[in-house]
């Protein structure tokens, strides 16, 4: 990892979302908790598709820290097979309902590539931010239904899609690949006036182990995008491979990735532990505090 005093002030960078007239002020790094309303997410920890048991944990990660709520109801995983439109709003309606209905003050975020869907939850939930994890890939219409939409917007880089993204994932320098795609799409964003944009170089999606961990060593070169950056790795295959372990037991390796993580700039984390993360935010503000004065 690079020398920890030449890159401190990168986590001094005031970046602030719009989300429907609330800011949400990214000068601190936030959490955010992911709900997945599906029946085959790869951590299988994680799935709550039924709208109470969604409800009572989205409560419990409110309650430990998270600042925003991520819900999806399509697996992105490895090799998971596409569900149609209609399904995708089957499974996200009823936790919606119930989430905008409990908790009327938490920002939330879904995670769709669809152009549809996006439009459908924001008209019937308020919801105030979209997660792509294609950037506009898989749909045409997405960049100019957020532009019209007028909210934030997460755009993730996936070489291929979630059925084959990891068949032989192919880069010659993936940082400077993924930077550059990052640019061409930022550019087409600006030009349509979206300015609330979250950049997520996509760990796991179209990437070997070593690609990985080349991203998370390189984090910090994504500051030259001027965004903030969000870190989706979270009991991953490139924690849990490399321990030799599964999702179930990956929760300390995903603490040590999320801690380099922020070290290198990360100012969201997405995550299936809230207070875990909380935690190692906590140490990771005391770390950067405590630095000796001038550096």
């Known amino acids: 990892m690079k020398n920890f005093s030449t890159s401190v002030s990168l986590f001094s960078r005031n970046f602030s979302l719009n989300m429907n007239?609330?800011?949400?002020?990214?000068?601190?790094?936030?959490?955010?908790?992911?709900?997945?309303?599906?029946?085959?997410?790869?951590?299988?920890?994680?799935?709550?598709?039924?709208?109470?048991?969604?409800?009572?944990?989205?409560?419990?990660?409110?309650?430990?820290?998270?600042?925003?709520?991520?819900?999806?109801?399509?697996?992105?995983?490895?090799?998971?097979?596409?569900?149609?439109?209609?399904?995708?709003l089957k499974r996200l309606t009823p936790v919606l309902d119930v989430l905008r209905r409990e908790?009327?003050?938490?920002?939330?975020?879904?995670?769709?590539?669809?152009?549809?869907?996006?439009?459908?939850?924001?008209?019937?939930?308020?919801?105030?931010?979209?997660?792509?994890?294609?950037?506009?890939?898989?749909?045409?219409?997405?960049?100019?239904?957020i532009a019209e939409l007028n909210i934030p917007y997460i755009m993730m880089h996936m070489q291929g899609t979630p059925r084959n993204m990891q068949e032989s994932p192919s880069y010659e320098h993936v940082v400077d690949e993924i930077l550059q795609f990052f640019g061409e799409k930022i550019l087409q964003l600006r030009k349509l006036g979206v300015n609330d944009i979250v950049v997520d170089p996509g760990f796991g999606f179209g990437k070997t182990l070593e690609q990985n961990y080349q991203l998370l060593h390189d984090l910090d070169s994504f500051q030259m995008l001027e965004l903030p950056v969000m870190a989706g790795i979270s009991r991953k295959s490139l924690i849990y491979n490399v321990l030799d372990t599964d999702p179930a037991h990956a929760l300390n390796g995903t603490t040590a990735a999320h801690m380099a993580a922020l070290l290198q700039g990360?100012?969201?984390?997405?995550?299936?532990d809230v207070q875990a993360a909380m935690e190692t935010v906590k140490i990771f503000q005391h770390i950067v505090e405590s630095r000796s004065p001038g550096v």
């Not at 800011?23 to 709208?51: C, H, K, Q, W």
């Not at 769709?112 to 931010?129: I, L």
């Not at 990360?266 to 299936?272: D, E, K, Q, S």
């Open 21 to 88: 007239g609330k800011i949400l002020e990214l000068s601190t790094p936030r959490v955010m908790g992911i709900i997945n309303a599906t029946p085959d997410s790869f951590y299988e920890g994680s799935r709550v598709p039924g709208s109470g048991q969604a409800l009572q944990v989205a409560r419990e990660m409110v309650a430990r820290g998270a600042s925003m709520l991520d819900v999806g109801a399509v697996s992105s995983r490895p090799g998971a097979e596409e569900i149609s439109e209609e399904e995708e």
């Open 103 to 145: 908790l009327p003050d938490c920002p939330i975020s879904v995670d769709t590539w669809r152009s549809g869907v996006a439009r459908r939850v924001h008209e019937e939930f308020n919801v105030q931010m979209i997660n792509d994890i294609s950037s506009g890939q898989l749909d045409p219409d997405m960049f100019t239904t």
């Open 266 to 272: 990360a100012t969201i984390l997405r995550v299936h």
